[in-house]
């Protein structure tokens, strides 16, 4: 190779690492996926003010929960796969916090993201997992127009899949004392969230 070849070589490779370098924030962030924690992990996000129903028909909103950590995970009841998973987690993470933890300290939230969710779908949902309405609780928007508002706050995307279901990006995501989107954490086993929660109280 000559020498020019060798300087235009090095060039590229230069130029590309220097892309690489913007486009993953320094390395720190190789996928959208991983970009979008890394945001809320630099700069946490404030929350919208929208009004839930819980299973037990109760109203309360994010500004209920200041001053405690909060968990949100994001299903709809029909849900077959992903959401039994998390539902899955959602009740070990529960049965692992000591009683003086929660629920004055940490909270468990699954809002469903499908309109169609009533009261009675909630219900059959927080069944399943034993979720108890008090310390975990399975919410859905009063109003269906904030559905998308908290979809986009959250990063979650949901694509209808043509059969009456959705596809959609499963997290963790956690709410900090000020009542803001503090962190996003990947689809991890429950010790490993576990493990990270205790750092917040």
């Not at 490779?13 to 486009?23: D, I, K």
């Not at 009261?119 to 975990?136: K, V």
């Not at 010790?191 to 929660?197: G, M, Q, Y």
């Amino acid at each position: 190779m000559t020498r020019d070849k060798a300087l235009s070589a090095a060039a590229i490779v230069a130029a590309g690492l220097a892309v690489l370098w913007l486009a993953t924030d320094g390395l720190a962030a190789f996928t959208a996926e991983g970009a979008r924690r890394l945001a809320v992990k630099r700069q946490p996000k404030p929350l919208p003010a929208v009004e839930f129903v819980d299973h037990n028909a109760k109203r309360f909103s994010f500004d209920d929960y200041r001053g405690r950590i909060v968990l949100v995970e994001f299903i709809y009841s029909r849900c077959g796969d992903i959401c039994l998973v998390l539902g899955d987690s959602f009740e070990r993470i529960r049965a692992a916090l000591p009683p003086d933890t929660a629920p004055d300290r940490v909270q468990l939230l699954s809002i469903s993201f499908d309109q169609t969710d009533g009261p009675d779908d909630l219900t059959s949902y927080a069944e399943r997992f034993h979720a108890d309405g008090h310390a975990w609780r399975i919410v859905r928007p009063v109003e269906a127009k904030d559905i998308a508002i908290l979809l986009k706050t959250f990063g979650v995307t949901v694509i209808a899949d043509g059969f009456g279901g959705f596809q959609h990006n499963a997290a963790v995501h956690l709410i900090d004392e000020r009542g803001r989107l503090a962190r996003i954490y990947g689809f991890s086993p429950p010790a490993a969230i576990l493990e990270r929660l205790w750092t917040w109280l």
